[in-house]
């Protein structure tokens, strides 16, 4: 048996304790370089693969392999040498991690400029070069999917990735709204707290129309404000309107925030969607028909974020049914999409993530923090959010009275883990599609 059936073996073996999703979603890209001298090499297509098989399911799989083999190897994981239409993944040039909040794959290089955002681009772009000194604060709004949180990393990568001494955080309104209310309880932790976000040489704050009408988090957000300000420090904050027209935002709050440059994302055209698409089938590896690209691009206007939507569930579809993504196949992922300003009920997410995943919903509410559990309840979170806009609370609740920090955290974890894991990505699109496609049917 060469390495690739036993990996095969390995796969099928694992199926008795791991949902298959589970396993399409860790091991989809994983293989077996070679077994020998008592050494098991495993390969991963990224960092955060590796991650989850060591961290997650290295004792399955060194039993599963001994079980296979009839002997006892030792697991070695490693990344995968580069793909070369992969070019984000090039090794940690943006060391990121927890203390930044940055993700990877959000850069300059991967977004497309057109007409819509070239604006905002290229002050974004000034504010790397010289952080602090020339546009500051700079304020970016526009509606949803427009690609704000993207440039927001992408100017928090490319700073490090220029100068890797700078203290860059990135956090959303929310978060740093959740942060506060866990460090006020306590007076060492608000200090720390205070401090970390004071001592930064870049901050950079997503959706800060989240603050409105909360008052305490204006005046600790207003005091970080100044204090980063008077000092040079380049502050850079996003929002779904311009800052004048946030409701319950304190005046002064107002005034700093339009103190700056302010920049709006507009829609993107039709030249530009159909770009954005090509760019995106090319970074996976895709070449797209041509007629493929126009079909999408014609019909779904608006934001990019339902784009790439669209052109995942395409591709996702394609690939599982073996099949060409065609302009026809496009055609139908489009009825789906378009229905998806319905009412969806919770439960519909609910059980078609516990489908997916082989789990019940009463395994969802509990308090089981096994893997297996954790991760279908986060995304079933991510789901409900995105899907149906339910507060974290209401999640929360859902969730078997989980408090909304929690599901703020999970929440975001999947985020990142969709931003970085093309795997995970393609299968919560697929759910989604088949969310999407309950309605009406
Ligand atoms: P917003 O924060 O404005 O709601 P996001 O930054 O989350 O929007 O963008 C939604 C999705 O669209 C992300 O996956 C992002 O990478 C992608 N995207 C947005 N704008 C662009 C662009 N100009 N080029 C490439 N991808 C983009
Ligand atoms: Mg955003």
């Known amino acids: ?148 949180t993207h440039l927001l990393h992408a100017i928090g990568n490319q700073i490090k990735q220029i100068s890797p001494e700078r203290k860059v955080l990135y956090a959303s309104a929310e978060r740093f709204t959740s942060e506060l209310i866990r460090a006020i309880q306590d007076r060492r932790t608000t200090s720390s707290f205070r401090r970390r976000f004071r001592s930064l040489d870049v901050l950079l704050i997503d959706d800060i ?34 800052p004048a027209e946030i409701q319950r935002l304190e005046q002064r709050l107002v005034s700093r925030f339009a103190g700056g440059v302010v920049a709006d994302i507009q829609e993107p055209d039709l030249d530009m969607r159909a770009e954005i698409l090509r760019r995106k089938a090319a970074a996976r590896g895709t070449n797209l028909r041509e007629e493929t690209v126009l079909a999408l691009a014609e019909k779904v206007a608006g934001s990019i974020r339902q784009l790439e939507g669209a052109l995942n569930q395409l591709l996702a579809i394609a690939a599982t049914q073996k099949i060409e993504p065609s302009p026809e196949l496009a055609q139908g992922i489009l009825r789906t999409q378009c229905s998806s300003n319905q009412e969806i009920s919770p439960q519909t997410i609910i059980s078609a993530t516990c489908r997916r995943f082989g789990v019940t919903p009463e395994d969802l509410r509990s308090a089981s923090r096994a893997q297996e559990i954790v991760l279908p309840r986060q995304i079933a979170a991510y789901l409900l959010r995105k899907i149906n806009r339910s507060s974290l609370n209401q999640i929360g609740r859902l969730m078997g009275g989980r408090d909304h920090s929690t599901v703020l955290h999970g929440i975001e974890k999947i985020e990142k883990e969709i931003a970085e894991n093309e795997i995970l990505r393609n299968q919560v699109e697929l759910m989604r599609g088949e969310i999407l496609g309950k309605i009406g049917s």
């Not at 293989?31 to 960092?47: D, F, K, V, W, Y």
Request: aromatic fraction near 10%; glycine fraction near 8%.
């Open 209 to 242: 129309q989240f603050l409105a009408g909360r008052e305490a988090t204006q005046e600790e957000f207003f005091n970080t404000f100044n204090e980063l300000y008077l000092a040079g420090k380049q502050i850079v904050l996003t929002s779904d309107r311009p």
């Open 1 to 148: 048996m060469n390495t690739k059936e036993i990996w095969q073996n390995l796969l099928l073996y694992l199926e008795t304790e791991l949902s298959k999703p589970t396993i399409a979603t860790f091991f989809g890209e994983t293989e077996l370089a070679s077994l020998e001298n008592g050494q098991a090499r495993i390969l991963c297509p990224n960092r955060l693969s590796l991650e989850h098989l060591r961290t997650r399911y290295e004792e399955k799989i060194r039993e599963a392999l001994r079980a296979i083999s009839g002997q006892s190897w030792q697991l070695n994981f490693e990344i995968r040498p580069l793909a070369p239409h992969r070019p984000q993944e090039l090794g940690p040039i943006f060391k990121t991690g927890e203390s930044t909040g940055l993700v990877n794959s959000y850069t300059f290089e991967n977004f497309v400029v057109g007409l819509s955002n070239q604006l905002a681009v290229s002050v974004a772009e000034a504010v790397t070069e010289r952080p602090g000194e020339l546009h500051n604060p700079l304020f970016i709004h526009s509606g949803v999917g427009l690609g704000k």
